[in-house]
């Protein structure tokens, strides 16, 4: 199983190391330093470097490296599943996972690597029973404790760690007995240079937030369940019940989880709800190029489209955009060579344009490769694949709830070539 | 106050003050310097000096502090053992506290001391926690089993800990059993032949119960040790399929990846006309296209493992193309991937997508992918013959563009286009002239110089082409001049007349001027060729080349099935099987996949292995045509294969002189072969010539052929028996046994081509032996062998070769050639096949020699459960040229008096005593040379018993 984990930054140095058997030396790292340096970017690493000794599996999240050091043949995708995990469970703890919160914060997380693995098995990786069993560090507490001399390590078993839902702890109160529900699409497409689509798909998601008192037993119905043919639920699902009758019966964590993620890819379902007219266009001859591009709405279902992004990657010999936009705000390095137009609101009354030209390196051929565009924005109160939940009904509790239901669209991957 | 105080230092030293404050009165002052130990360790800092101060904190109520001291011994309690041991007590007395928790905390930490010393003083704590009432307590003691087994093996085993492990799979908490199934399979990795995890249908069914409620990765660890057992029938692998699909929809890729392999592996057993098996195969697409919507890493892993998947069965996605298109933003790592995938699911019904898509990749940024995505628009062509056309405009279109690396990589894959379909695309050459000069990789060199050469006669000026590559000969790379030499060669036997000066040229570099061994032969072969015969070198150089074949990076088919119950692990990253990679080479199980059992659905009975086959056993997967046939002789000559004397190893061993010997030379002598003599004895004419020979009296005689139905002879053949399995020669798989029909001996071999290419150039080798036994006549296979093709030959063998002593005596040394490389392999031999026709020894003769060999030399063994009587026993040791020369009955036993020779000329004596109604025999051999004794003991067992 996992043996070891060492965490690094982006310049190179080891800044925690964790060893759950023997201690394995941190020179083993070597080999991911040279794979790092082969690699031209950071997201180039290959996540499994076979070593003559071991194996090293990373993942490359808030711009550190987690290696972790294996033996003998594990499953990698459970060692990197577990990274994520790990990842997770910091962030979650201390609001942001970096270096320096991950430093100020090195016992607590000693402590909780210790809990996650035992002999590198997993131990405890849900959130919930982590926090049971290691307070989060705030503020409040680290003053009491100060005073007090009381510790941030529950001296309790988790209630939840043996019970038929290991997600829930007993024994929660609260006030307000609230749940809401978000469910968020996110478009990955490509589309390529004439506007027809070539792949997209959405990426949902169901995230719920629930605090509710007791043992709630809830139940979820959809106005359209055929939508949602391959899912992945919380464990807390009832599988049989979906099976049988497309509801999701479950009785949920406390707090903040994600309940399902799905995914819908059939061609038709899939809805562009905006578009992107481009002219971006390099002369053999001329040291300028000409660019504009104009951004509009398609398939909105009357919403409007908001907080709209356009990046583009331009090419090497692009030594300067001279760019005017009818709203937002642009940006071009040019060092990276990256335009970034902050569009904001899309009226559809005045489509946002941005114009201009490129100066290209004197002398040169006109660059090889086109800009590919990536496109970012957000649709409220819209489920882009039409998934509307019909209603949601609690059971075994006598209070009645608070309920809530929200959507949202957000692009995910969305290229445009041109 | 956050905890990076506990790195600053003073200028006293970070120790000494550590020290004083670890000693401190105060419980908060001696908390904070804990921390400060631990911060300090975190960062590699070597802390142990202050192993006794910590130590001392840990004596305490209070938890945390308590799980401080506990991280700090489990780093450093190696270094410093005997300290360690003033931990011990506080363990024990917190493996009785009335705290699960703590409990579970103090088993947990001691089993992370890797100090033998204090594994002592485990066993007993971790007894009483392995029978705990509380299951958390339970469950970690499961893994701490596994953690003392990595320590102290042995100790694991005498203290009976396995056995408690093996219970816990029957807990009634699934995290329990979880947590005992990863450590079974973890102590079961470090020892492959322990039989640890023992599954029967029960535990089976305890397995899938606790599955539905265990953890995510408990239902990791179940997962992958359901896929190791092999359902008794495919009702049952069925049943364990529906049980296991619903894991599918889970969030956890690497519980997917894992339900994926159980039912790749399962589905196997199940027929294809069942409705269940098309419902399989539509729910697996699904789950594999949502792993590729995770993280990068992930991703990378899923590609990795859908590549099996998808040449295994590629019809679970073939409607999935879209999701392999490349995003721009993808690694690189995870593009190569896709790009691959894409390639092996192209087919006529979405080449033009995949063209579109590919020649966008062709203008991206990235060198090492965009190569790539050429490579495959050239690999597309080749494998959608519909799609040749399009796929050659559009590598046109990209050389139009003029990028160099585009341009050259487009040149060596239209050369391969060539290759496949000849003839046909020869318009677009002008157009690759074009570009002759921008070549500077010496690939694309050769390609553009193979055309030329290839299409010679299609181009005006060609030899003008050729000349101004002949220039820079001597700078160019071996494989250009090598190509240039034969392109060369080729225009001069098209166009004779204007290319004379040329190839003189050619020639004369290629033989005088170069210290290139390959090119220097080759231009002598050339020279005399043409200067001998211009016929014979026109019919040779010229000749109509073999297409080149559809796909040449698929996995070999044996090895694509072991990879396929490998999913999910690192073999399945790196498609290699573990015993290629592992550490150390712990003897790895080979894993196969489950043959499809006969159900009476099934209407693919020839691939249908016979029912009663030990499955699991043979290395490969469904036995094909050629292994039934084997099967079914085993089963006309009783109790099928593994018979005794030829258990087989195919150790490596070094080259030896083997090679040396001359291989090539067999080689060299095969052509002679060919078509003349016939050294093979077809199996009817050895019968005549059997039933003509006078053998023994006619007793044994009508014995012979009563008993002689699938053996030829009376002398007892073995079942054959695989010697050389397909995985271990690139997919030859070779089985055989040894016969002795009427005073000549021969090897029957069964060669099985596995592989994906044909196999030809046979050639067999022995080592030097302990009797001299050598093949009487090369191998001759009549036709290639082609894929899944079975042949059968019989080796006439001699006793004329050399001669060395072997360990064990009848140990036989092989080595086999075909046209992909040499296999080396051994064999043990049953002694019988050199008992010679004269063995039987004149009376007096006998009672002097058995008086003249001392005492020491004589041997007894026993022969046990043989219902026998004397006179069958004497016939059926006869038929195998062993002779009863006297027989005696004293005090109600029959005593046989036995003698026979070895074909070196050593006598054997034998006394065999027969008491009626006992099926134990007792045996005493006589021989001046003692060492033969034992096997020709296990001779006589196996004529015996057979």
């Known amino acids: ?418 | 106050m956050t905890d990076s105080k506990y790195f600053t230092t003073t200028k006293k030293g970070e120790i000494f003050e550590l020290k004083a404050e670890l000693n401190s009165d105060k419980k908060e002052k001696k908390k904070e310097a804990v921390k400060k130990v631990i911060a300090s360790m975190t960062v590699g800092k070597d802390v142990s000096a202050l192993f006794p101060d910590v130590v001392n904190c840990m004596q305490t109520d209070n938890l945390e502090l308590k799980k401080l001291v506990y991280l700090y011994l489990m780093n450093y309690a190696k270094s410093q053992p005997d300290m360690a041991i003033m931990a011990v007590n506080t363990f024990v007395k917190d493996c009785e506290d009335p705290n699960p928790l703590i409990r579970a905390l103090a088993v947990r930490t001691m089993g992370c001391i890797r100090v033998d010393k204090i594994t002592e003083y485990l066993c007993e704590p971790l007894r009483k926690c392995l029978k705990d009432e509380d299951p958390y307590v339970r469950k970690t003691a499961a893994v701490c089993v596994a953690k003392l087994h990595d320590i102290n093996a042995q100790l694991v085993e005498d203290q009976g800990f396995l056995d408690t492990l093996k219970d816990l799979i029957s807990d009634s908490n699934p995290m329990v059993v979880a947590n005992a199934v990863a450590a079974l399979s973890e102590i079961a990795e470090s020892h492959p032949s322990s039989n640890l995890l023992d599954l029967n249908p029960q535990s089976i069914n305890k397995l899938l119960t606790a599955l539905n409620e265990c953890t995510e990765w408990g239902q990791i660890f179940i997962l992958d040790c359901l896929a190791n057992y092999t359902p008794k029938d495919d009702r049952e692998a069925q049943s364990i399929c529906e049980r296991v699909t619903p894991r599918l929809s889970h969030a956890n890729s690497a519980v997917v990846l894992s339900a994926v392999k159980v039912l790749m592996k399962f589905m196997e057993m199940l027929s294809k006309d069942l409705d269940y098996y098309g419902t399989l195969l539509k729910k697996l697409a699904p789950p594999l296209v949502t792993l590729l919507s995770a993280e990068p890493e992930l991703q990378y892993v899923a590609l990795r493992n859908i590549n099996l998947i998808v040449q295994k069965r590629p019809e679970i996605l073939k409607h999935e193309m879209k999701v392999f298109f490349v995003k721009y933003n993808d690694p690189i790592y995870v593009k190569l991937e896709k790009l691959d995938i894409m390639i092996r699911l192209a087919s006529q019904a979405n080449i033009a997508q995949v063209l579109a898509e590919l020649k966008e990749y062709a203008t991206e940024v990235d060198v090492d992918f965009v190569r790539k995505a050429v490579r495959a628009i050239g690999r597309c062509a080749i494998k959608v013959e519909q799609s040749a056309e399009r796929c050659v405009s559009t590598l046109l279109d990209l050389i139009q563009t003029k990028v160099n690396y585009v341009v050259q990589e487009a040149i060596v894959v239209i050369k391969d286009i060539f290759r496949k379909y000849p003839n046909k695309y020869e318009s677009v050459i002008a157009t690759l002239c074009e570009n002759l000069d921008s070549l500077d990789e010496p690939e694309a060199r050769a390609a553009m110089i193979w055309i030329v050469g290839e299409y010679a006669e299609r181009i005006d000026n060609a030899d003008e082409l050729l000349e101004s590559f002949l220039e820079g000969f001597h700078d160019e790379s071996t494989q250009v001049q090598l190509q240039l030499l034969t392109a060369i060669v080729k225009l001069f036997l098209k166009k004779p007349t204007e290319t004379q000066e040329l190839v003189q040229q050619v020639l004369s570099l290629a033989t005088q001027d170069s210290d290139n061994p390959d090119l220097r032969d080759r231009g002598y072969i050339y020279w005399r060729l043409l200067s001998t015969d211009p016929v014979a070198a026109k019919e040779v150089v010229l000749a109509e080349k073999p297409l080149i074949s559809e796909e040449t990076d698929l996995i070999e088919p044996t090895l694509l099935d072991e990879l396929i119950c490998y999913i999910g692990t690192l073999a399945s990253v790196y498609h290699k099987p573990p015993s290629a990679f592992v550490e150390g080479g712990r003897g790895v199980v080979h894993k196969s996949l489950p043959p499809r059992t006969a159900s009476s659905e099934s209407t693919e009975s020839p691939e249908t292995a016979p029912a009663g086959a030990p499955p699991g056993e043979q290395p490969d997967v469904i036995p094909a045509q050629g292994d039934l046939l084997g099967d079914l002789l085993n089963l006309d000559l009783g109790p099928p294969v593994s018979g005794p004397p030829l258990a087989t190893s195919s150790v490596q061993m070094g080259a030896v002189d083997l090679l040396g010997g001359g291989l090539d030379s067999l080689m060299g002598d095969e052509p002679e072969g060919i078509g003349g003599t016939n050294f093979v004895a077809p199996p009817a004419v050895a019968v005549a010539a059997n039933l003509g020979a006078p053998i023994g009296s006619g007793l044994s005689d009508l014995f012979d052929l009563t008993s002689g139905v699938g053996t030829l002879s009376g002398s007892y053949v073995a079942p054959k028996a695989v010697w050389l399995p397909a995985m271990k020669a690139k997919g030859l798989e070779i089985s055989g046994t040894f016969t002795r029909q009427v005073g000549s001996i021969s090897m029957d071999l069964q060669l099985t081509n596995k592989a994906l290419q044909v196999m030809t150039d046979f050639a067999i080798q022995f080592n030097r032996n302990s009797f001299g036994l050598a093949p009487a006549a090369p191998l001759q296979v009549h036709a290639p062998l082609s894929p899944n093709q079975t042949v059968e030959i019989s080796l006439p063998l001699n006793t004329v070769g050399s001669v060395m002593k072997m360990e064990p005596l009848n140990n036989l040394q092989v080595a086999v050639k075909n046209n992909i490389d040499v296999f080396y392999f051994s064999t043990l031999y049953p002694l019988h096949i050199l008992f010679v026709e004269d063995g039987k020894m004149d009376r007096q003769m006998f009672l002097a020699t058995w008086k003249d060999i001392p005492n020491e030399n004589e041997t007894q063994f026993q022969i046990r459960d043989c219902p026998l009587n004397a006179e069958a026993v004497s016939s059926k040791l006869q038929s195998s040229n062993i002779f009863t020369i006297a027989k005696r009955n004293v005090e109600g036993q029959d005593m046989l008096y036995q003698s026979l020779k070895l074909t070196n000329g050593i006598w054997v004596l034998a006394e065999l005593r027969i008491q009626p109604g006992n099926p134990n025999f007792t045996l005493s051999l006589k021989c001046r040379a003692p060492e033969v004794s034992q096997h020709v003991y296990q001779a006589y067992e196996t004529i015996l018993k057979n």
């Open chain 1, 1 to 418: 199983m996992i043996h070891s984990l060492f965490l690094i930054n982006s310049s190179g140095d080891i800044f925690l190391e964790k060893h759950w058997k023997s201690v394995v030396s941190r020179s083993v790292c070597d080999y991911f330093f040279e794979a790092q340096e082969r690699a031209t970017e950071a997201e180039n690493v290959p996540p499994v470097i076979p070593t003559p000794h071991h194996y090293l599996l990373s993942v490359y999240r808030h711009k550190i490296f987690f290696v972790a050091v294996i033996q003998t043949e594990v499953p990698p995708l459970f060692v990197i599943e577990f990274l994520h995990r790990v990842v997770d469970t910091f962030q979650d703890y201390f609001g942001v996972c970096s270096e320096p919160v991950i430093k100020d914060n090195v016992v607590v997380v000693y402590e909780v690597l210790e809990e996650m693995l035992d002999n590198g098995f997993p131990l405890a990786t849900e959130s919930n029973i982590l926090k049971e069993l290691i307070k989060p560090p705030t503020i409040l507490r680290t003053v009491v404790n100060t005073i007090t001399g009381s510790t941030n390590v529950g001296d309790q078993l988790p209630t939840g760690q043996l019970s038929v839902v290991p997600w829930r702890r007993t024994g929660v109160k609260y006030t307000n007995n609230e749940a809401y529900f978000d469910v968020i699409e996110e478009i990955d497409a490509i589309i390529d240079k004439s506007g027809s689509t070539i792949t997209a798909e959405i990426q949902g998601v169901i995230d719920a937030c629930v605090k509710l008192t007791g043992m709630p037993d809830l139940t979820l119905s959809f106005m359209n369940p055929r939508l949602l043919d391959d899912v992945s639920f919380h464990p807390c699902v009832r599988f049989k019940r979906w099976e049988s009758e497309r509801i999701l019966s479950f009785i949920p964590p406390d707090g903040n989880f994600r309940l399902l993620s799905y995914h819908v890819s059939a061609q038709n379902l899939v809805a562009i709800p905006v578009y992107v007219k481009h002219n971006i266009s390099f002369r053999d001859s001329s040291s300028l190029g000409r660019f504009e591009i104009t951004v509009g709405p398609k398939q909105t279902m009357g919403k409007t489209i908001e907080g709209v992004i356009v990046t583009s990657q331009m090419p090497k010999g692009v030594l300067n955009m001279s760019l005017t936009p009818s709203q937002g705000t642009h940006t071009f390095d040019p060092v990276t060579k990256m335009l970034s137009w902050d569009i904001g609101k899309i009226n559809p009354q005045k489509l946002p344009s941005l114009k201009g030209t490129m100066s290209l390196q004197a002398g040169a051929s006109k660059p090889d490769e086109n800009p590919t565009i990536n496109l970012q924005f957000k649709i409220q109160q819209l489920a882009i694949s039409g998934l509307k939940v019909n209603r949601l009904d609690m059971y075994g509790e006598k209070y009645k709830p608070f309920k809530g239901i929200k959507y949202m669209t957000k692009a995910g991957k969305f290229q445009v070539r041109t």
